[in-house]
């Protein structure tokens, strides 16, 4: 009978670890996680669901005006640019529409939409010289961070949407208002 006991001790503790790794280490909420260049070091995530959409401003380094960069996150992963807002043509800025896209000027600013850029990843800079680069998030775009509350002006980072574990949000640094 005693070695019974002991089996069905084991067993139920061998069923608790297994629990516990599971919930810890197996990945299952995405973000859009910025790695440090060309690493696995995660710098930064933003919890995010799929079909999400997301803004990268910058501030163009001549025109010293607002660049707004809209994506969402798709299914598999990737993230697709769907719309770019500036105020000023030049370098960098488009001057009118691809096949399939919509180029308009509304409130004072250029809008290329209809944008079908996807990307498994990008790579961005923060602005080193004017470093007023933001993320924008949220139902209304209601949330918004400096990038140089969580990174150095000039840091290069790959930005890809992932699926993180349990450990790697305690551990990691979450991209909050």
Request: hydrophobic content about 45%.
């Amino acid at each position: 009978m005693k070695f019974y006991q002991n089996k069905k001790v084991l067993f139920v503790a061998i069923l608790f670890i297994i629990i516990v790794v599971l919930l810890l280490f197996v990945p299952f909420r995405t973000a859009v996680v910025f790695y440090k260049e060309n690493t696995n070091h995660i710098e930064a995530f933003l919890p995010i669901d799929e079909k999400d959409t997301f803004q990268i401003i910058f501030k163009h380094s001549i025109h010293l005006t607002d660049v707004v960069e809209k994506y969402q996150v798709l299914g598999n992963h990737e993230i697709k640019q769907y719309e770019i807002v500036y105020e000023h043509f030049g370098i960098g800025m488009p001057s009118n529409a691809q096949e399939g896209e919509t180029f308009v000027f509304e409130d004072g600013k250029y809008h290329v939409k209809n944008l079908d850029n996807i990307f498994p990843y990008m790579n961005v800079r923060n602005g080193k010289t004017v470093s007023e680069n933001r993320l924008v998030w949220g139902v209304d775009n209601e949330h918004m961070v400096y990038f140089n509350k969580y990174f150095k002006p000039g840091a290069w980072f790959k930005i890809k949407v992932e699926n993180l574990s349990t450990w790697q949000f305690l551990k990691g640094v979450r991209i909050r208002e």
